[in-house]
């Protein structure tokens, strides 16, 4: 039912590609890639399983979470000391690491619009920012948090995000597929996301902060495969198989603070507009989209696993994305409860 509605999806031209990769108790349920693209040099090709996506702020929870629970577990980065104590360019005192992990930092979402082409330092524009609200009362989702939170990972180990990343997150959990900044022979494995200018973008970060900050941010950055998102998410459904990250840390970043959110993480608490998962996920369900068209949820409950990979903004940022992940993980979830039926 619902990979009938992937490939309604492509007919209809809400979707330019996408690929699903769906897993219950380790068990492949579907992977299916669908649609195609129109890459750098003006030719069309077809989205396969294996196909490059930038994950955009899906590198918020499989970069820049892992990397700082990694750090709080050695003891060299603490939730409940202050931004500035890291970041001493960073004014507003009273902001604790923690807020930029659960989004309750006070920042607002985003920095003003600068065009790819255009020039801007992304910290000096942070360190400027005033708060919007008082941090540590109230969720409010903001992309600036996580890109203090990895300037702080790089001040902490003394790496760049994406060296430390690969090396300490991402090689040792096997997402081969997944980093920073794709090199010239991957970029040609990598879907390209919208048009700017002339030519579409391909392989190279489609979020200008992030693209502005040399391709590698805690907020976005990330290129990678639907298998690797879902193996990553695999990490954090079975913590006790990893031997990277404690166990008790990762269920930690897994439970529900406030506003259906965890640590870093989406947490469905059944309460309020249902998140891209959809209403009838059970509670407790977690996850993260990006806004190139990414999304993975887990489903603790029925050891369920949907990483579902997209450019939906290929054809311009205007989408219908937010709709369509609801149905299709509505549908998702539909059919696992009829097998268990």
Request: aromatic share 10%; proline share 5%; glycine share 8%.
């Amino acid at each position: 039912m619902y990979e009938n509605y992937i490939n309604s999806l492509i007919e209809n031209k809400e979707l330019p590609g996408a690929v699903l990769y769906v897993t219950k108790k380790k068990q492949i349920q579907c992977c299916k890639a669908v649609g195609s693209f129109i890459g750098a040099d003006e030719k069309n090709y077809p989205v396969k399983e294996n196909t490059l996506f930038d994950v955009a702020s899906l590198t918020k929870v499989v970069a820049t979470l892992p990397a700082s629970l990694l750090l709080v577990s050695k003891g060299d980065l603490h939730l409940e000391k202050q931004v500035q104590h890291y970041l001493p360019d960073f004014r507003h005192k009273k902001v604790k690491v923690e807020d930029l992990l659960t989004h309750r930092s006070g920042l607002p979402p985003d920095l003003p619009y600068v065009a790819r082409d255009g020039q801007r330092d992304v910290m000096e524009g942070i360190y400027q920012t005033e708060l919007r609200q008082d941090p540590g009362i109230s969720v409010a989702y903001s992309d600036l948090g996580m890109i203090l939170l990895g300037k702080i990972i790089e001040k902490i180990t003394g790496q760049p995000l994406d060296t430390f990343t690969k090396e300490h997150i991402f090689t040792p959990w096997g997402l081969q597929n997944t980093g920073y900044n794709p090199t010239s022979n991957m970029k040609a494995f990598s879907a390209s996301t919208e048009k700017f200018g002339t030519r579409y973008i391909q392989g190279e970060v489609h979020d200008e902060k992030a693209l502005h900050l040399g391709g590698v941010s805690g907020s976005a950055g990330l290129f990678s495969t639907a298998k690797d998102i879902a193996k990553f998410a695999e990490h954090f459904l079975y913590p006790e198989e990893q031997d990277i990250i404690p166990p008790d840390l990762m269920r930690l970043a897994t439970l529900h603070k406030q506003s259906n959110r965890g640590l870093g993480f989406e947490v469905w608490n059944r309460e309020g507009d249902p998140l891209s998962c959809g209403q009838n996920w059970p509670k407790g369900s977690f996850g993260h989209t990006g806004f190139t068209g990414t999304s993975v949820w887990v489903d603790p409950q029925n050891e369920l696993i949907v990483a579902f990979l997209t450019n939906a903004v290929h054809y311009g940022r205007s989408t219908n994305i937010r709709t369509i992940r609801k149905t299709l993980h509505s549908m998702i979830y539909s059919s696992i409860q009829g097998e268990n039926s």
